[in-house]
């Protein structure tokens, strides 16, 4: 039985984050051993926000980089950059046509972005929603691994797909939302003000990157308070995430001595956080380490990005000939 496909993508600004790693790459990792994978560094969509390509293939590299190094294979999965799948565009050209003014002004991000970039609110930026349908439907995926600021861009997918379908003829399935388990981890930053994120407060967000002193520094920093002061008090959302990431980097002792410390009122966060700490770095050296080795060994990167580029690329042709068909687009 065939496996199903999955699409995923990532826009390589900024550096990757505890964030990224557990909310989304080690799910890849896991997918890529069970399913038919497709994952994209999606260098034009990051155009609509940064326009200036200067470091753009240093960010590709790096992002590559960080994803090789936390475990996805290009040897069990398809991992290219999308400019080098020019039958993305020539969907996205299509798809456009069937895509309105109206309900592209109407999603949520595109009302972000132009509140946090009034002065560029380029064509691109309103029809991010039909690239990103693009890059799902040239591989006909049928699952799509997202959160939840990115749901409302999947239905937008599986309309256009529609559309097509009706107008044209049956050519894809629909893709679906897709991830393990009920809910995502979500890592909210460490000054306790939303989840940490690429571009926001630096020193709030901790990074594949850092060095071992920028992460003690930046986890000692971390938002506490005063402590419980009865049995049962409930754990503040900042304190909670303490609690979380120590889960996901410390060993189950040393998480349980902290969740009795709690529960006793005998916490003390400086010595939870200093443990925090060293287990971070212990987690993260090794990722950083194999990334940058990876990132300057260019002969290698080469390799991965021409073989993902020439199976996408092959997958993609396939999809373009079904289109084309159905869309009478053969004159000869």
């Known amino acids: 039985m065939a496996k199903e496909t999955v699409l995923s993508g990532i826009r390589p600004t900024g550096f990757l984050h505890l964030g990224n790693y557990f909310g989304a790459v080690q799910n890849w ?15 034009w969509h990051s155009l609509t926000t940064h326009p200036d390509t200067k470091e753009l293939r240093q960010n590709v590299h790096r992002l590559l980089g960080e994803l090789l190094a936390s475990g996805l294979d290009p040897d069990q999965a398809v991992i290219y950059v999308q400019s080098d799948v020019p039958e993305i565009a020539e969907l996205y050209l299509y798809l456009n046509m069937l895509a309105y003014k109206g309900e592209l002004e109407k999603t949520v991000t595109f009302k972000d972005k132009v ?34 600021d990115q749901e409302q861009h999947l239905e ?34 460490l000054d306790g003000n939303g989840k940490m994120s690429k571009s926001a407060n630096q020193m709030a967000t901790i990074y594949l990157a850092d060095d071992d002193d ?9 938002k506490t308070d005063s402590g419980p002061t009865a049995p049962g008090t409930p754990k503040p959302d900042y304190i909670e995430n303490l609690f979380l990431m120590m889960q996901l980097v410390s060993n189950a002792e040393i998480v349980l001595k902290y969740q009795q410390d709690y529960e006793n009122c005998t916490i003390r966060y400086g010595d939870m956080k200093k443990q925090l700490a060293e287990d971070m770095v212990a987690f993260i050296r090794p990722i950083r380490e194999k990334a940058k080795a990876i990132e300057n060994d260019k002969e290698y990167l080469t390799y991965v990005i021409k073989k993902g580029g020439e199976k996408a690329r092959a997958n993609a042709m396939e ?14």
């Open 29 to 43: 990792v896991r997918m890529q051993h069970e399913y038919n994978c497709y994952f994209c560094v999606v260098d």
């Open 115 to 148: 509140r946090q970039h009034p002065q560029n609110v380029n064509a691109g930026l309103l029809t991010y929603p039909v690239l990103m349908a693009s890059d799902i439907l040239i591989h006909r995926a049928t699952r799509v691994p997202v959160g939840k």
């Open 156 to 189: 937008m997918a599986r309309n256009f797909g529609e559309r097509f379908n009706h107008r044209y003829g049956e050519v894809f399935p629909m893709p679906s939302a897709f991830n393990y388990g009920a809910s995502l981890t979500k890592i909210l930053g």
């Open 214 to 222: 920028l992460i003690r520094k930046k986890i000692m920093k971390a």
């Open 319 to 332: 999809t373009i000939k079904l289109i084309r068909n159905a869309m009478g687009l053969n004159y000869v």
